[in-house]
């Protein structure tokens, strides 16, 4: 019973952790973004490059630059993913998309290289960017004909809606600068820029707690709670309850539940910017470059949200609510599943089961990325923890392609944006991919001479070049009439 217990506070303490840590900055302006992306952007301004009818050589390298640019994890990137399949995007540019994002983002890519090397860097961005592409190519070809019908839904769904108006971009274009003011940390968002201590000397007694509660170890990437995560838990709460009675039923008009909901979720942000560390005379507060940027994208947001007609912003906000119902819940289950699982696994199996680059350790390490999910970045420092404990170069890397595309949680969400058959697909393809990233780049740091390992790479390439080729012939096949 003790054990059980044991591992139930892990699933608790990591969903309490998690929620403290990435739900506020990352999460919330990504489903008011998804939002924003189903309500107000015509189908048009979609399918333009992201498409089903766009041409390859135009959709999938679009796909991959707009993640590329986006330094989230990939529980932030589902709604958005979800918010450009709603309105059209075909499931090909929008897998790639959800694959490159996560972990071929700049800022990610950037710091690889600076932990890890430069020659690893290259790697992730090279495999990341041609197997992201193969796997949306893929599964549009494998599942044409559920894109067809799709593509047919949205055109009923927004055939009334022509173009986007000024108003409509602005809000589009200060909910991302929302969300990369409050992800990216770097100076000088991260600068301190004044201190206030609160006279508050039970702040550091119920920190002590706090860690009691959620124990954690800094060096294997595990997170606790703060005196401001558990602020931030009790407003993240307020906001739920509040949305609820101010959001569901939106489209008939607002309510004041639905001012106070969004006045919970700016305060909220506002708070997740500050900087608190719980002193032994108080609570020291620090206002940063953050709380600066967040507050001035909260008002390009309010600026151009009061230009919206009434039946887009309340449509605005039904459709962020609608992401939030149907993808949260699932995140919740998710996390709490991996905190659980996460009790039973060692870092230190790490040596005996990845220590050599070889199919079942490519394999291990794969299956480890599903269940070690990390937030955005701190899977780097990780990685060299897990290089240091002795894993190859080779299951390292198909770890790091693995780890941001399949936790647990991710799976879960996708599924419930694209359906179960579609997303056990995608993640086959991700695992398979992963394993073949990590034995090509093992190869090379085994000292495989760059002739054969290009006759690899070539030879994946043709098998997949090969199995597109058969995919849409029997795509054609099938569309012409016998």
């Known amino acids: 019973m003790s054990y059980v217990l044991q591992l139930l506070n892990g699933g608790a303490g990591n969903l309490a952790a998690y929620l403290a840590a990435h739900v506020l900055l990352c999460l919330l302006p990504a489903f008011f973004i998804a939002g924003a992306m189903a309500a107000l952007i015509p189908k048009a301004s979609i399918t333009r490059w992201l498409g089903r009818n766009t041409p390859a050589h135009v959709s999938y390298p679009a796909a991959a630059a707009a993640g590329s640019l986006l330094a989230v994890c990939s529980c932030t990137i589902v709604p958005l993913f ?97 969300l990369i003011a409050g992800t990216l940390k770097l100076w000088p968002l991260t600068a301190t820029v004044a201190t206030v201590r609160l006279p508050l000397p039970w702040a550091e007694a119920w920190q002590a707690t706090l860690f009691h509660w959620v124990p954690f170890d800094a060096a294997k990437g595990e997170e606790g709670v703060s005196v401001q995560g558990s602020l ?32 919970l979720a700016a305060t909220t942000l506002l708070v997740a910017a500050l900087r608190l560390t719980p002193r032994a005379e108080g609570l020291e507060l620090a206002l940063t470059g953050r709380e600066f940027a967040v507050g001035l994208a909260l008002w390009a947001v309010l600026h151009y949200a009061r230009r919206l007609q009434p039946d887009d912003w309340h449509a605005w906000l039904w459709e962020s609510w609608r992401f939030v119902k149907q993808i949260f819940l699932l995140l919740v289950v998710g996390v709490f599943v991996v905190g659980i699982i996460r ?38 420092p990780v990685a ?31 599924a419930a ?56 012939r029997r795509q054609q096949q099938l569309i012409l009439p016998s």
């Open 82 to 178: 979800a918010g450009i399949y709603r309105k059209g995007a075909g499931l090909g540019p929008a897998i790639t998309f959800l694959f490159f994002a996560p972990a071929g983002n700049i800022l990610a890519l950037a710091y690889t290289g600076s932990i890890l090397g430069a020659e690893f860097a290259v790697a992730r961005f090279v495999l990341c960017l041609l197997f992201g592409i193969g796997i949306g190519l893929l599964m549009a070809l494998l599942f044409w004909r559920d894109d067809a019908s799709h593509d047919a839904q949205t055109d009923t769904l927004f055939a009334d809606q022509a173009d986007i108006g000024p108003a409509a971009v602005g809000v589009l274009l200060a909910l991302v600068a929302l």
């Open 232 to 263: 931030l838990i009790v407003l993240l709460v307020l906001i739920g309850l509040t949305a609820y009675k101010g959001l569901e039923n939106i489209v008939e008009g607002a309510n004041r539940w639905t001012w106070i909901t969004l006045g």
């Open 343 to 380: 009790q039973l696994i060692q870092p230190e199996w790490i040596q005996t089961l990845a220590g050599r680059n070889d199919l079942q350790a490519n394999a291990v390490a794969v299956v480890f990325g599903v269940f070690m999910y990390f937030p955005t970045l701190v899977e780097v």
């Open 384 to 414: 060299r923890m897990f290089l240091d404990l002795g894993m190859h170069p080779g299951p390292l890397l198909a770890y790091l392609m693995a780890d941001p595309e399949l936790s647990l949680q991710s799976m879960l969400m996708v």
């Open 417 to 472: 944006v694209i359906g179960r058959r579609k997303t056990f697909a995608y993640v086959g393809w991700v695992a398979g991919f992963s394993i073949t990233a990590g034995l090509l780049y093992g190869a090379w740091v085994d000292g495989v001479g760059v002739v054969w390992l290009m006759l690899g790479l070539a030879a994946f390439a043709a098998i997949l070049a090969v199995s597109l080729v058969w995919l849409h």
